[in-house]
């Protein structure tokens, strides 16, 4: 059936691009599948950003100018006001916090450090203060109290199942001090223990292999999927169906490389007791 739930155009951008889209798609004459037909993606997707339900990628913004000519290319336009409304994030990761939120199934690969969503405070503060992004003892607090705020959809009463996968180099990478890093760890021996949570490692004595040309994470809800690919200044997000089928083969690849559930643990365990305890 096709979502109707009226939004306030001035809620939020993402409010008012999901107003603006039905207005135009029934300026058109289209139904939600119809339009969606014509921009390569489900009607089911088209419903819910027009009720603010799932945030529009750029390049579900851009489909949407060519789809419907007549709003002369407002879609993109709306589009960056939306990343401008950061809520404390850098505007381009937007768009994954909005994915993140929404999931039912996350899945992350990580080739160099722990994934943001499993990092300690202390962990967290020191890579903030590595990349220069914050201009007083203040702001880096504040740029840590939002990436732990991050963790909270572990929290809900229905969590999202998590699959993670490292490499064993983020094990035995230095992150600080001794005591951060046998924090660390300890940590994410506690998460591989959850339910829902399937954490693995890729052991060193794989060598080169698919995973070390970046970091990734899938976010699934309803049957669509978007993805965050890393990049050395700003990571893509994308909905794009090609894209989203390279990553996810990419990331099945990995769990065939990597350790079972179980040995995983043990040797975050091991690593932590033999590397990082003094």
């Known amino acids: 059936m096709p979502l109707i739930r009226e939004l306030d155009p001035g809620a939020s951008p993402l409010a008012f691009f999901g107003a603006e889209l039905r207005r135009a798609r029934a300026a058109a004459g289209l139904s939600q599948e119809q339009l969606g037909q014509r921009m390569g993606y489900s009607g089911a997707l088209v419903g819910k950003v027009e009720t603010g339900d799932r945030a529009p990628s750029r390049d579900f913004a851009k489909r ?4 419907l000519p007549a709003a002369d290319g407002l879609f993109l336009r709306i589009y960056t006001l939306i990343q401008r409304w950061n809520g404390g994030y850098p505007s381009w990761f937007g768009d994954w916090v909005e994915a993140e939120r929404r999931a039912t199934s996350l899945c992350n690969w990580e080739p160099l450090l722990v994934p943001g969503l499993v990092q300690t405070a202390d962990y967290a503060r020191v890579l903030f203060g590595a990349w220069r992004t914050a201009d007083s003892p203040d702001e880096l607090e504040q740029l840590v109290s939002v990436r732990l705020e991050r963790q909270s959809i572990f929290e809900r009463p229905d969590p999202p199942s998590f699959w993670v996968i490292v490499d064993e180099g983020v094990l035995r990478r230095r992150i600080g001090n001794e005591k951060i890093m046998h924090d660390q760890l300890m ?4 998460v591989a223990d959850r339910p829902r949570v399937t954490f693995q490692v890729v052991p060193a004595e794989v060598g080169a292999h698919v995973g070390l040309s970046g970091a990734f994470a899938i976010a699934s809800a309803d049957g669509t999927s978007t993805v965050y690919v890393e990049g050395p200044n700003q ?3 994308t909905d794009a169906p090609s894209m989203v ?6 990331f099945d690849i990995l769990r065939a490389e990597a350790l079972p559930r179980g040995p995983s643990r043990d040797l975050i365990g091991r690593v932590a007791e033999e590397q990082w305890t003094s």
């Open 64 to 67: 949407c100018d060519q789809a």
């Open 187 to 190: 940590l994410l021996a506690d």
């Open 235 to 237: 990571g893509q997000v």
């Open 245 to 250: 089928a390279t990553v996810s083969a990419t």
